[in-house]
């Protein structure tokens, strides 16, 4: 199970780090994505990170100011996010499969976390 957290109010211009937190034995040998989803809108992919934390995407809409890292010691994911703008409203999501690369397509996905909501004001 997967439990996502860190979302909250900002102004733009800020920052907030979420944290996606595995529970289970082991959280090494799955890759893990964060989406999100705002209002009327699909999900969206923002960030994965292989499950070595090697390599990480970004969605070029995030490139430069989001920044995605894991400590598999800890069993968690972090989403570094600053900069942040109003059109980053959104509930934002994790989730995890097993594997290297982390897919940009939601559907590949087996474990999602709950969501934590991320609204940005102007």
């Known amino acids: 199970q997967l439990q996502a957290s860190g979302g909250g109010l900002v102004q733009a211009g800020g920052s907030l780090r979420l944290s996606c937190a595995a529970s289970?034995?082991?959280?090494?040998?799955?890759?893990v994505g964060w989406f999100r989803q705002a209002p009327g809108k699909e999900r969206e992919f923002v960030a994965g990170?292989?499950?070595?934390?090697?390599?990480?995407y970004y969605a070029d809409s995030v490139k430069g100011r989001f920044t995605i890292s894991r400590d598999n010691t800890k069993k968690t994911v972090y989403l570094q996010m600053d900069s942040l703008k109003p059109e980053d409203t959104a509930v934002y999501y994790c989730?995890?499969?097993?594997?290297?690369?982390?897919?940009?397509?939601?559907?590949?996905?087996?474990?999602w976390g709950q969501g934590t909501e991320v609204t940005v004001s102007s």
């Open positions: 989730a995890a499969r097993w594997g290297q690369v982390p897919p940009q397509v939601a559907v590949r996905y087996v474990y």
């Open positions: 289970g034995r082991t959280f090494s040998g799955y890759a």
């Open positions: 990170i292989t499950w070595s934390g090697d390599n990480a």
